[in-house]
């Protein structure tokens, strides 16, 4: 098995008003050794100061821009910084930093280019009913308009090697940039495995999350955009 350094691995993570938990996210990810960068899209808190304190190299954006946008921010300046693998992770604390080398490893081990987190393969413990029954529906769609047979669509725990990185162009916000992520993986050709993760849902992330409202609207509005390409 090759042995990979934690410092061949970035960690871009994005946020917007997560002035509450983002200092020991970072701490967490670096406690492990991986480098941390951190996109402020434009948040009104102390959100990047923070970060930058706790060691984090912090990219602001100006204006919020949405949630993909950050993320492509940070992929692209991981690149350009010569990282070998590239892992997205969620500002809110529910991911866990152990998930990291599992994916990574998987990169190697599978000889591909995204490793896609799974809670449902894995564990999502407190994940409300309402929620669970969107993110399949989501799964649902994503498989029928990618043909990727994934098992959780809208995961922001996933990584990317360069060439990964290469094919991906995010723009989309909120639960909108995970479905781009899959389309572009999928029409990429490139190769993806899943692996399991734990999402943990805690009073924080589950008020930060999308809603019922939002996602149904969202799940609409990708329908609509497929049928006009």
Do not use: W
């Amino acid at each position: 098995m090759e042995s990979i350094s934690p410092a061949q691995v970035y960690v871009v993570i994005a946020a917007y008003n997560e002035g509450a938990v983002i200092s020991r996210v970072v701490t967490d990810v670096q406690r492990a050794g991986y480098r941390v960068v951190v996109v402020d899209d434009g948040s009104p808190d102390t959100t990047a100061d923070i970060a930058h304190a706790a060691g984090a190299t912090v990219i602001k954006h100006p204006f919020n821009l949405g949630q993909g946008a950050a993320l492509q921010t940070g992929i692209e300046y991981a690149v350009a910084q010569g990282a070998a693998f590239i892992v997205t992770f969620d500002a809110d604390g529910q991911h866990r930093v152990s998930d990291i080398s599992r994916l990574v490893q998987a990169l190697v081990e599978e000889r591909a280019d995204f490793a896609l987190g799974s809670r449902f393969l894995g564990h999502a413990p407190n994940l409300p009913l309402l929620r669970r029954l969107m993110l399949q529906a989501a799964t649902l769609f994503t498989r029928l308009t990618t043909g990727l047979q994934v098992t959780d669509t809208h995961n922001g725990l996933r990584a990317m090697t360069r060439r990964g990185a290469a094919a991906i162009r995010l723009r989309q916000n909120r639960m909108a940039h995970a479905s781009e992520c899959l389309s572009q993986i999928g029409a990429s050709g490139l190769r993806y495995v899943e692996r399991p993760v734990t999402i943990e849902y805690t009073p924080y992330s589950l008020a930060k999350g999308q809603n019922m409202r939002d996602a149904v609207l969202i799940l609409l509005d990708l329908f609509a955009r497929r049928l006009h390409r």
